[in-house]
T-cell receptor, first 118, second 110 residues
Framework: GAVVSQHPSWVICKSGTSVKIECRSLDFQATTMFWYRQFPKQSLMLMATSNEGSKATYEQGVEKDKFLINHASLTLSTLTVTSAHPEDSSFYIC??????????????FGEGSRLTVL | GQNIDQPTEMTATEGAIVQINCTYQTSGFNGLFWYQQHAGEAPTFLSYNVLDGLEEKGRFSSFLSRSKGYSYLLLKELQMKDSASYLCAVRDPNTDKLIFGTGTRLQVFP
């Protein structure tokens, strides 16, 4: 159980375009979803936290107008990278906390999306 | 501030035992997690410690000492497939977020 599906796995886009990444919890309800960014050989950097039905909370230094997060339901959260530039090229990973198991705090991760901006 | 330290890289031989250390200085503590991440893939959960002591799960064990701000992940009977990055993460009780260390890249040689 606790499967998180993330799409697309990889995407290549031109500079200036927008890219949407979807994160779905397949067999559970996710009260909270987290979006991370990871550069090569580095650890996960938290970008934002999203709760269903409310606005996302962004970490310091993350532009909320550039990285739009929507958490429309308990099973779906999306990250849209607007007007992407080469420096946005990275590995983006979503993770979810299982409803009813928040006390443990374990995160279940999506497969990740590798974004390359030309 | 929040600070979680791990060695950057480690190497070991197939069949051997390796211990990956993690030290943390955080404003709060509500559990420590270890995740495994193969290159180009998402992290997968390995273990969770919230009380002092050793948690054993097959070939992997994790230890926690809250008073020392210290944990380690012990991998026994190493296999080639254990070559991966190992991430230590502390749960912040104030924000309920997981704060990740920089990760330790382990390479297992035949």
């Amino acid at each position: 159980g606790a499967v998180v599906s993330q799409h697309p796995s990889w995407v290549i886009c031109k500079s200036g375009t927008s890219v949407k990444i979807e994160c779905r919890s397949l067999d559970f309800q996710a009260t909270t979803m987290f979006w991370y960014r990871q550069f090569p050989k580095q650890s996960l950097m938290l970008m934002a936290t999203s709760n269903e039905g409310s606005k996302a909370t962004y970490e310091q230094g993350v532009e909320k107008d550039k990285f739009l997060i929507n958490h429309a339901s308990l099973t779906l959260s999306t990250l849209t990278v607007t007007s992407a530039h080469p420096e946005d090229s990275s590995f983006y990973i979503c993770s979810a906390r299982v409803r009813g198991r928040e006390a443990i705090g374990e995160l279940f991760f999506g497969e990740g999306s590798r974004l390359t901006v030309l | 501030g929040q600070n979680i330290d791990q060695p950057t890289e480690m190497t070991a031989t197939e069949g051997a035992i390796v211990q990956i250390n993690c030290t943390y200085q955080t404003s709060g503590f509500n559990g420590l997690f270890w995740y495994q991440q193969h290159a180009g893939e998402a992290p997968t959960f390995l273990s969770y410690n919230v009380l002092d002591g050793l948690e054993e799960k097959g070939r992997f064990s994790s230890f926690l000492s809250r008073s020392k701000g210290y944990s380690y992940l012990l991998l026994k009977e190493l296999q080639m497939k254990d070559s991966a990055s190992y991430l230590c993460a502390v749960r912040d009780p104030n924000t309920d977020k997981l704060i990740f260390g920089t990760g330790t890249r382990l390479q297992v040689f035949p």
